[in-house]
């Protein structure tokens, strides 16, 4: 039988008849797969629907009709890659760490410090480098896709990634011969597949689960040429820890949304628009189920979620000692492991468990757990042990159900994802141990899909102490209650009722296909440069770092922002996470030695500074700039850390990490040719940083404009995710300048990573963006409505 469309339902199938990219934001429970079952039957062109897994595949090929085939990005790269590998991933499915150690010839532990690394270990990190290469967009391994090591400080496994890389490539090379002997799985052959670059032979994608889609194929599904919807909602995007990323809220298609929930009724609704609020996200909800909802106390409800583990096992506990059949989603075998590493390591011996076998003892794991502020999962398993025991552990283990048998099920979030049952309780773990902190967004996207995984009742006893920012906020707000007024044009621009936000969507509302046109313009560049060898570059300080290189080379200092942070440091001005006194004392003496070197090397150019020692002082310009841009004096990452009231400036430029100055010099070489004619320009044509006439209505400068030529610099490791407010931030810097003091003929962005400059001239742009009129009426219209929305 024909579903009857909603409105909503009926205006995005509408919006993709007409041929439109979509970016459809379907809240819990709103028919995303009904909704994407009406459009492939109001197309008789080829389609391709990619599901999250294959049962969700499945049961979409029963649904769609014989035009739209139902796959997975894997079942897409097994028919093109894996089908040659078959044999290989049944032969070594089982291979035991200790033969995978001797086929990468690991022979001898690895003493790090006073610990040490089984073969073991080192073969698994390896392996897992592989892995984490094979989720990203990246072409090249590096040191950044090696895990976290528990029991190592950032040096010892900055130590270890840097010592294993090699492995882990020469790993890949076996892994892609079809005559490696390496472990192959799913993951492999669809890197191998993403790095052809493949064209989908389909007329529109359809990508479900948008929100959790692993970076490889984001890139697969934003570098087609067919018409494109991408499906999902990111306030249920909960999986980043696991490499997951939401491409919905930059993609370049028309945004549209599914409020209306058929899962369940008003009651539930309302809680779940109260967490999306706490998420900053703007959707509301309404109930639509055919049966009621109620909010209620539910002694023994159909599901229990928790936060984590161990409070679904205090919560499976309390059902066992009431002789409440009880499963947990998932099964106990992850619980067993940990439960045994705790026993041989309570007992004096070492484990394999890859978690805890640097550790010696439970002593060890406890202190470090407690101690190391990046050991928060860790702890939380430290914390399970203690409390119950690992004995205990087993034998709940033992004693719990299979689903199908059980009474009650037990889940923590992350587990329950996508699935949906008539009585939820929400269990504990959820309020942090200071119950006064607010809700972080993450945390309410979390509770969020808690909720909405009810039909009938939910019991919301586990969160009834979480404390959500209580401010008077609006649409016209931002969740600290600030006017979206009052923001920078970068801050406006994420959130859709701002001023700027509502005269784009007014006068220039398709920034999508100037995405689609700059998505044309990257195909085929060369991926971008990056350091290989460092485990967690500090991209934002890198990014402002090729910035004020390059402003050196058009003949400017870094400008205004970098010495507006070191008169802040140097004030009497509080500043969150600031050091004493004495030592801002002294970061205002070395921002101001800093600073002044680089000038004087602009002025004396006959005792130039060399390009290392450039590098040297502009990156440590940019941590001074961060605070004036931040507001804050972050205590992580934060090279301005190692200043006491004795560091001079030279010993701080000196602790610059190598990996910045190769990664910089990389990027200069690619500027020399794009940037040549831009140097030879006469000194006034030549402006860094410049703000407008309009800046005084909003906060905004920009980074180059040359003979005319706004240009935006974006040093992005993933440019292909540049999307709508990059192209709106353009757009703004060029509408601000209101009275054409700089002449503005062309507009684009320089790609520092790939040396590649992209440019529009200024009528393409806006026409492209959709402008119905000049740009001094644009701007003139911009001002008016700039200066109403401010009284």
């Known amino acids: 039988m024909e579903v009857k469309a909603t409105e909503e339902q009926a205006a995005a199938r509408d ?29 008789r062109r080829r389609g391709l629907y990619i599901a999250f897994n294959k049962p969700i595949a499945q049961e979409a090929r029963a649904r769609f009709g014989t035009n739209v085939h139902c796959r997975t990005s894997h079942s897409l790269a097994y028919r093109e890659v894996g089908s040659r590998f078959q044999a290989r991933m049944e032969t070594t499915r089982h291979m035991p760490l200790w033969r995978t150690a001797q086929l990468l010839n690991l022979d001898r532990d690895l003493a790090v410090g006073g610990r040490r690394l089984k073969a073991t270990t080192l073969a698994h990190l390896v392996m897992e480098m592989v892995k984490r290469f094979c989720y990203s967009t990246d072409e090249q ?138 998420a900053t996200s703007t959707m509301q909800l309404t109930g639509h189920a055919a049966e009621p ?27 066992l000692d009431r002789k409440v059949p009880v499963a947990l989603v ?20 070492r484990t394999s468990h890859h978690d805890l076998a640097l550790f010696s003892s439970w002593g060890e794991v406890q202190e470090y757990a407690e101690q190391d502020s990046a050991a928060a999962d860790l702890k939380s398993i430290v914390d399970m042990v203690d409390a119950y025991g690992p004995r205990q552990i087993i034998r709940t283990v033992q004693q719990m159900s299979d689903e199908e048998q059980a009474r009650v099920v037990v889940s923590t979030v992350h587990k329950a994802k996508g699935r949906e049952w008539n009585r939820v309780r929400i269990g504990p773990g959820f309020t942090p141990p200071d119950d006064a902190r607010d809700v972080r967004p993450d945390l309410a996207r979390l509770v969020y899909v808690a909720v909405t995984r009810a039909r009938t009742q939910l019991d919301t006893v586990g969160i009834n102490r979480l404390r959500t920012r209580s401010t ?18 970068t801050g406006q621009l994420k959130y859709p009722r701002s001023p700027m936000s509502l005269f784009m969507a007014r006068h220039l509302p398709h920034p999508e296909r100037v995405v689609a046109s700059y998505i044309q313009h990257i195909q085929g560049l060369p991926h971008p440069v990056q350091p290989l060898n460092e485990r967690r570059p500090d991209f934002a300080a890198l ?46 003496l070395i921002g101001n030695s800093v600073l002044g070197r680089l000038r004087a090397h602009l002025a004396d150019t006959t005792h130039r500074l060399d390009d290392d020692e450039l590098t040297r002082l502009c990156f440590v310009t940019s941590f001074f700039e961060a605070v004036y841009r931040n507001g804050t004096f972050p205590r992580k990452r934060n090279l301005l850390n190692l200043v006491d009231e004795h560091t001079t400036a030279k010993a701080l430029t000196g602790a610059v990490p190598a990996y910045v100055l190769e990664d910089i010099d990389e990027q200069m070489k690619l500027a020399e040719t794009p940037f040549a004619p831009l140097r030879s320009l006469p000194a006034h044509q030549r402006v860094c940083g410049p703000t407008f006439t309009g800046s005084t209505d909003m906060k905004a400068d920009a980074d180059f404009i040359t003979g005319g030529f706004l240009i935006d610099c974006k040093a992005m490791t993933r440019p292909h995710r540049l999307g709508r407010e990059e192209v709106q931030q353009l757009a703004g810097y060029l509408l601000l300048d209101y009275d054409d003091h700089y002449g503005i003929r062309d507009i684009g962005f320089y790609l520092a990573r790939q040396g590649s400059l992209i440019r529009w001239s200024v009528p393409d742009f806006l026409t492209t963006l959709g402008a119905r009129t000049t740009l001094p009426h644009l701007r003139a219209a911009l001002r008016k409505h700039l200066r109403g929305a401010a009284q």
Not at 330 to 349: C, E, F, N, Y
Request: with cysteine; net charge negative.
């Open 472 to 489: 008077t906020a609006t649409a016209h707000t931002t969740p600290d209650g600030i006017p979206v007024a009052r923001l920078p044009l």
């Open 543 to 588: 990014g402002h770092t090729v910035d004020y290189r390059l402003r050196l080379k058009l003949g400017s200092d870094p400008g205004s922002a970098a010495q507006a942070g070191v008169d802040i440091i140097g004030s009497g001005l509080p500043i969150e996470g600031a050091p004493s006194t004495a030592v801002r004392a002294n970061l205002h």
């Open 141 to 278: 391994l590096s040191a950044g896709h090696m895990n976290t090591v528990n029991g190592l400080d950032d040096a010892g496994r900055q130590y270890v990634a840097q010592g294993l890389l090699p492995r882990a490539r020469r790993a890949w090379d076996d892994i892609c011969s079809e005559t490696g002997t390496l472990p192959f799985t799913h993951d492999h052959y669809l890197k191998m597949w993403a790095l052809t670059r493949p064209r989908l032979r389909a007329d529109f994608i359809l990508l479900d689960e948008a929100q959790d889609t692993n970076p490889v194929l984001e890139e697969i599904f934003l570098a087609q040429q067919a018409q494109r919807v991408c499906v999902g909602d990111p306030s249920q995007q909960i999986y980043e820890w696991r490499h997951a990323k939401d491409i919905m809220s930059g993609f370049p298609g028309r945004r549209l949304e599914l409020t209306q929930s058929f899962r369940f009724g008003p009651p539930i609704a309302d809680v779940a628009n109260h967490w999306l609020r706490a």
């Open 15 to 43: 919006a993709f008849t007409a041929g439109h990219d979509l970016a459809l934001v379907a809240g819990a429970g709103t028919g995303k797969t009904s909704t994407l079952v009406m459009m492939g039957a109001a197309s």
């Open 330 to 349: 998932g099964g106990g075998k992850p619980l067993l492991s940990i439960a045994k590493a705790a026993i041989d390591l309570q007992s004096g011996r």
């Open 293 to 319: 909802s109620e909010l209620t106390t539910i002694d023994v409800p159909d599901a229990v979620l928790c936060r984590g583990n161990a409070d679904a096992l205090a919560e499976v506990l309390r059902f």
